[in-house]
């Protein structure tokens, strides 16, 4: 398949556009492979990418329900940062925007990584010294942080209301500035085209129903195209991860799914160049390529496999929003929809082996997971060919909530819906 | 969302608070194992479908009521006060 480059653009510009060929193949099922990926989103693609790219592995299929960014990776906000305090996610996330930071070049496809900023907003002196401490936990991993006063925040994002008498006054803010947003669509089929151009093939509508099992070890799968075995099956299928495993016989996983909302404005000229997250972390916007402004809140909080939540949570986004700029309201909102979280009982995430021989697990990951695509697909890639972790990922176990090592980076507790 | 109190009868999904799921169990510390604390804090079935879980109606008469809800489509299927003591009260 032709590379992407200047040359082809223009190339295929004058024969009017007809010869370009699809992005990946339509194969038909093998019997068997080496590695089966579960799951046809950014993490499970991304998976399959580095088997192949990392670890020689070219024998292996990624299967999927429904199409090609069907599930949570096209429906996401597209925030990409890596401004985490505890350790663990720090390196991981850190990892990943390094990654991100080469992806266009690596999958030869435009991901669109615009590194705009990311700003956390503080609403009061107290908040922005918790900024100064995640600030400084960043810093002291090698992230780029920068505390900002609030003449800084009113130069930075001249859109805000900076004034004192409203609802979430802004005293300042925490801006890592290598944060950015990504094309969402763009990871996907880029992770599919690179995936499939290293010999991987990528089953589209293709459900798994069962798991086929010798004793405890899991030797295959049923799917709605026949069933297929292999010595490694690696699970990444997000919002679906209890049902899936239930089918394998695992129903203890530390996982509720729940359904968090996004909008999408009319379109409009440049007015944010920056992603701000404010109101106490619980709203964040940025603003599209094609002018749409971007943004969400916080999830519907009840368990929910439904694809669209509830009017509250539309009211309460919309309130935050007009809170900190007020000029919004004439804005229509143009599209809006939901997407199923695997929220784990620490907000943060699992890619580990097992929990059954032949079986790896990656999921957990909350509303967090656009921006791990890349790294969790080079860990999980990781995991699957040496039977072991990276040491990005050994945290990031099952077993952690049994043994008191969980990594609760909101210092929540275990409430998946507050995470 | 509506959901039934069997106080104050169906009510605006805002009046309420999630509490969790209703299907665990707390354990009997003089004979509780550390896994069945593991499985009371952490474990959940999570089933995409009729789910029994706890809801606070607390911008009303603020019981806590059992539920019974689909979680593919939002369906209620039944209400009742939660409690060994009202257990089985209202619909
Ligand atoms: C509204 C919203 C906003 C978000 N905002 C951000 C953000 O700003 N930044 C960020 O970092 N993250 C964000 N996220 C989180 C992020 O999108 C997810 O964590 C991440 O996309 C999950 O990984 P994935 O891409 O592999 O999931 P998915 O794309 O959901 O992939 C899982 C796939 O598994 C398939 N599947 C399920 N069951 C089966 C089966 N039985 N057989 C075969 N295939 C199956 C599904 O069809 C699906 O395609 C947001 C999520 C939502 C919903
Ligand atoms: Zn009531």
């Known amino acids: 398949m032709a590379r992407f480059s200047a040359w082809a653009v223009a190339k295929n510009a004058l024969s009017g556009n007809r010869n370009w060929t699809s992005q990946w193949r339509k194969p038909d099922p093998k019997p068997s492979y080496d590695v089966i990926i579960i799951g046809g989103g950014g993490h499970g693609l991304a998976t399959a990418f580095y088997l192949a790219k990392e670890h020689g592995i070219h024998n292996v299929a990624v299967v999927e329900k429904g199409w090609i960014g069907g599930g949570n990776v096209g429906r996401n906000t597209t925030i990409v940062r890596s401004n985490y305090e505890l350790r663990p996610n720090a390196l991981f996330y850190e990892h990943s925007l390094k990654l991100w930071e080469g992806l266009s070049q690596v999958l030869n496809y435009n991901v669109m990584f615009s590194q705009r900023g990311v700003l956390y907003l503080a609403h009061s002196p107290g908040e922005l010294d918790a900024h100064a401490t995640r600030g400084n936990a960043m810093r002291l991993h090698g992230i780029d942080a920068e505390l900002l006063d609030r003449d800084a925040v009113a130069r930075f994002v001249p859109q805000l209301d900076m004034s004192d008498h409203t609802r979430f006054p802004i005293v300042g803010g925490l801006l890592q500035p290598r944060a950015g ?30 798991f086929l099992k010798k004793g405890d070890t899991v030797t295959g799968i049923q799917t ?12 990444a299928v997000a919002g679906s991860t209890s049902e899936v495993l239930r089918k394998a016989g695992v129903d203890n996983l530390p996982i509720e799914s729940h359904v968090l909302q996004a909008f999408v404005s009319e379109a409009l000229k440049p007015v944010l160049n920056t992603v701000v997250i404010g109101a106490g972390g619980h709203f964040y916007m940025s603003q599209s390529d ?5 943004y969400g809140g916080e999830l519907d909080k009840y368990n929910s496999y439904a694809q669209r ?19 919004f309201a004439k804005l229509r909102l143009l599209r809006h929809w939901g997407g199923i979280m695997d ?41 699957i060919a040496n039977d072991a972790p990276h040491a990005l990922n050994a945290p990031f176990t099952l077993d952690r909530f049994n043994t008191g090592y969980t990594i609760d980076e909101g210092g929540s507790g275990p409430f998946p819906r507050l995470q | 969302m509506l959901i039934l109190c069997p106080n104050c009868g169906d009510r605006d999904l805002s009046e309420f608070s999630y509490v969790g799921d209703a299907t665990v169990q707390r354990p009997n510390p003089p004979e509780a194992r550390p896994e069945d604390w593991q499985s009371f804090v952490y474990h959940r079935q999570n089933p995409r479908g009729p789910h029994r879980e706890l809801w606070q109606h607390n911008g009303g008469c603020r019981l806590i009521l059992e539920v019974t809800r689909n979680t593919l489509t939002h369906e209620i299927v039944g209400t009742k006060v939660a409690g060994p003591q009202r257990a089985g009260s209202g619909t």
């Not at chain 1, 620490?346 to 695509?373: E, H, Q, V």
């Open chain 1, 181 to 210: 947003t990504a094309r969402h669509d763009a990871i996907a089929w880029g992770y599919a085209r690179a995936a499939d151009q290293l010999g991987i093939d990528i089953l589209e509508n293709c459900e798994v129903t069962g």
């Open chain 1, 224 to 235: 709605t195209r026949g069933d297929i075995s292999a010595p490694k099956i690696g699970v």
């Open chain 1, 290 to 294: 094609k002018g749409g402004l971007v």
């Open chain 1, 309 to 327: 939540g509830n009017l509250p949570i539309v009211e309460d986004v919309h309130t935050m929003m007009l809170a900190l700029c007020p000029q």
């Open chain 1, 343 to 383: 929220m784990s009982m620490d907000g943060s995430p699992i890619i580990t082996k097992g929990p059954l021989p032949g079986l790896y697990l990656n999921a957990g990951w909350c509303y967090g997971g656009f921006k791990a695509t890349p790294a969790s697909g080079w860990c999980f890639a990781h995991t």
